[in-house]
């Protein structure tokens, strides 16, 4: 993964079961050894800055106790997230907007996304809403990136591939 400095988004796409949540929780695994002053399994010359907050909405944090939805629970993470982080924070987001309706979760995606690039944060997002993939081109700061399927063996490759929003091939 290879975000310029003017890029504070990435917005990755792709098949069902093809790494997306895999390389974001790597992102985040290499963030934290980076900063414990681990060396990282990376390429000559990578670098990663020194963030003072790595947040994550990762799975589902439903609760029949606290009347959470799933829905519900993403978003009391993610207003949790959106109160504490910084524009020196890298923020991790696994299927933004998902568990309601498609085209009402894509827009409060975006508007989350929206807040945290005006505060200057770094930010990996996994999606398969259409309208996420059309944020990432016409978004300023915004990236897509998709993960590589073989069509042939109907597997993932687990390598990002970045530029290009992916399918999702649910059929």
Do not use: C, W
Not at 25 to 54: C, Y
Not at 58 to 87: P, R, W
Not at 150 to 156: A, G, I
Request: proline share 3%; net charge negative.
């Amino acid at each position: 993964i290879d975000m310029e400095n003017t890029l504070h988004a990435l917005i990755i796409t792709g098949p069902n079961a093809g790494g997306k949540t895999v390389s974001i929780k790597t992102v985040g695994l290499l963030a934290i050894m980076n900063q414990f002053g681990l060396q990282i399994p990376a390429g000559e010359g990578s670098s990663l800055p020194v963030f003072d907050g790595i947040y994550a909405d990762i799975g589902d944090d439903q609760s029949i106790e606290e009347s959470l939805s799933t829905f519900s629970g993403h978003m009391k993470n993610i207003a949790d997230i959106l109160n504490t982080s910084s524009n020196k924070s890298l923020i991790l987001l696994d299927e933004l907007g998902s568990g309601t309706d498609p085209g009402e979760g894509a827009a409060i995606a975006m508007s989350v996304l929206d807040n945290l690039i005006n505060k200057g944060a770094i930010i990996l997002t996994t999606s398969h809403h259409g309208l996420m993939k059309n944020y990432g081109y016409t978004r300023e700061g915004v990236m897509n990136a998709s993960m590589e399927f073989d069509e042939t063996l109907h597997s993932s490759t687990y390598r990002v591939v970045m530029g290009i929003p992916g399918d999702s091939h649910a059929v």
